[in-house]
Nanobody
Framework: QVRLVESGGGLVQPGGSLRLSCTTSGFSLDSYVIGWVREVPGKEREGVSCQSSRDGSTYYSGSVKGRFAISRDKNSTNMMYLQMDTLKPEDTAIYYC?????????????????????????WGQGTQVTVSS
């Protein structure tokens, strides 16, 4: 059974850093697209970053590029991370890790931007990140 569990969220001051972790089970991250999506009530969900374990292609949304970094544990087939630096109040949101089997047709950008209804196959339960002084 596929399961994803986020951890690492919390309260941080503007300019600070957090690292979100996602522990997966029931499958291997090899040949999957991994992603982090955030939601704020009343706003459209935003795919923050996605990466294909198949070819390494990576996408970052414009709002986080240069500040966030997605990765997976190369010594493990079941851990993925989102390093968040120089955090801003507008980064406050619930953050979800999500995965989708990689294929040769669907780009990470299409998955991360939910292009034409493209979506992840499995999601975690979310972790709250609050950036405030």
């Amino acid at each position: 059974q596929v399961r994803l569990v986020e951890s690492g969220g919390g309260l941080v001051q503007p300019g600070g850093s957090l690292r979100l972790s996602c522990t997966t089970s029931g499958f291997s991250l090899d040949s999957y697209v991994i992603g982090w999506v955030r939601e704020v009530p009343g706003k459209e969900r935003e795919g923050v970053s996605c990466q294909s374990s198949r070819d390494g292609s990576t996408y970052y949304s414009g709002s986080v590029k240069g500040r966030f970094a997605i990765s997976r544990d190369k010594n493990s087939t079941n851990m993925m991370y989102l390093q968040m630096d120089t955090l801003k109040p507008e980064d406050t949101a619930i953050y979800y890790c999500a995965v989708r089997p990689a294929d040769s047709v669907t780009s990470v950008q299409a998955i991360c931007t939910f292009l034409y209804g493209t979506n992840f196959s499995d999601w975690g339960q979310g972790t709250q990140v609050t950036v405030s002084s």
